[in-house]
């Protein structure tokens, strides 16, 4: 195996005509030079060059390798550089994933921020819920991943995974705005007891069902959807209630449904996640900074719509 660097001196060399010459445009010393052209021969296990005429002659051997030593050179030149780029955030990609409504609310704000401060940027979003979304990360499908959890619900484990903290989103009761409690800042969940429930992403409803139990009751569900807005629909046309996180009604709501805080009721979590190694890439370590900071924005909004 050829070491690049002595491609890079080699190159040098021919270009410059000698040894002097060729330490004196790289800034080394001539014993430098010819040390390292030394050790590229005995690499190649063939001569390079022959002294004629108190100069220096390549070899044929030499003479082949001078046919590839300029583009080789070239390659790795633009490669430092796009490197540099990356490096220094004038360039890059960056593979987002999040949930539905982390998509429509968080990214969008995130994605401007990223953009503004770094043009070159290049950012792409799949969507997928969580625990999908962290085995995406896991494989390598994307660089940051958005999830959501409950207190109830075990957080990723292991060293490969770390996490940014970015909101806590409360979860509201969706009520059609013609409900006796409807008029009501907040409600407690136990209050609730005796309604139809319209149910929503498998995750979300296993919390709230452990949340009407702790209240006291088994919630009578009547309807599941993963679709928010058709959630809002059923409970809009008097089919349910719901409980529904904020980050989702801050985005898209009925005209006909409202939400309610629910007293007692724990809030979901949302963290923005990355492989322990990626934090050391400039676009993924700016990217959960940034996160962070929109998160921290939104929370001090505190949905105040609802």
Not at 258 to 287: D, F, K, N, W
Not at 288 to 305: A, C, K, P, R, W
């Amino acid at each position: 195996m050829v070491d690049p660097r002595y491609i890079g001196v080699f190159h040098a060399v021919v270009r410059n005509g000698s040894y002097t010459a060729a330490a004196r445009s790289l800034g080394y010393s001539q014993p430098a030079v010819s040390q390292q052209m030394r050790a590229l021969e005995r690499s190649l296990d063939t001569p390079l060059f022959l002294r004629a005429g108190g100069g220096l002659e390549l070899t044929e051997a030499g003479r082949i390798l001078a046919a590839h030593a300029e583009s080789v050179v070239g390659d790795l030149t633009a490669a430092g550089n796009k490197i540099a780029a990356v490096r220094e955030l004038r360039s890059g990609n960056i593979r987002l994933c999040a949930f539905p409504s982390a998509s429509a609310t968080l990214v969008p704000r995130a994605v401007a921020r990223a953009t503004e401060r770094h043009p070159d940027l290049r950012i792409s979003l799949s969507e997928a819920e969580p625990p999908d979304s962290l085995e995406a990360l896991r494989r390598g499908d994307c660089d940051v991943a958005l999830a959501f959890s409950y207190p109830d619900t075990a957080e990723p484990r292991g060293e490969e995974i770390v996490g940014k903290a970015v909101l806590d989103d409360p979860l509201v009761a969706v009520l059609p705005t013609g409900h006796e409690l409807a008029e009501r800042e907040s409600v407690e969940l136990a209050e609730l007891a005796g309604q139809r429930w319209i149910a929503g992403c498998p995750r979300c409803r296993e919390h709230f069902t452990r949340a009407c139990s702790a209240a006291g009751f088994e919630p009578d569900i009547a309807f599941t959807t993963d679709d928010n807005l058709a959630v809002q629909g059923l409970v809009a046309a008097g089919v349910g209630i719901a409980v529904m996180p904020a980050l989702v009604l801050s985005f898209l709501r009925h005209p006909n449904v409202v939400g309610r805080r629910v007293a007692g009721l724990e809030h979901r979590r949302v963290t923005a996640y990355a492989l322990r190694e990626q934090h050391r890439i400039p676009a993924t370590a700016s990217m959960l900074e940034i996160f962070g900071e929109v998160g921290t924005e939104m929370s001090l909004g505190d949905n105040s719509q609802l």
